[in-house]
């Protein structure tokens, strides 16, 4: 099983980007389908995107995010990308990476067996 560690949070202006990367221990990080997960005080855990595991273009995004959020992976690194632009406000969130092994990409969040730490996005008005 993969272990997850994400980075590149922090405070930003809306309209502005930002880049999280997720780096993943372990030898079968090809097998696992990738994806990204946000929540909100008060709010529910929320799915943003995911990338499928036999595949590095097939994605899914939350409607929210889509047209200005990116997933992207790359295996030879072990990592995972969400490339975040036009921020707003109602983005902030704590981020969470997750991962699945051989998964569909689901929205349901009770198909990911691996979660990362998190990592806090603030967007600014």
């Known amino acids: 099983q993969v272990q997850l560690v994400e980075s590149g949070g922090g405070l930003v202006q809306a309209g502005g980007s930002l880049r999280l990367s997720c780096a993943a221990s372990?030898?079968?990080?090809?097998?696992?389908?990738m994806g990204w997960f946000r929540q909100a005080p008060g709010k529910e855990r929320d799915f943003v995107a995911a990338?499928?595991?036999?595949?590095?273009?097939?994605?899914r995004y939350g409607d929210s995010v889509k047209g200005r959020f990116t997933i992207s992976r790359d295996n030879a690194k072990n990592t995972v990308y969400l490339q975040m632009n036009s921020l707003k406000p109602e983005d902030t969130a704590v981020y969470f990476c997750?991962?699945?092994?051989?998964?569909?990409?689901?929205?349901?969040?009770?198909?990911?067996?691996?979660w990362g730490q998190g990592t806090q996005v603030t967007v600014s008005s």
């Open positions: 990338i499928i595991w036999w595949s590095g273009d097939v994605t």
């Open positions: 372990g030898r079968t990080f090809s097998s696992y389908t």
């Open positions: 997750v991962a699945s092994l051989y998964g569909s990409g689901s929205e349901d969040r009770r198909t990911y067996e691996v």
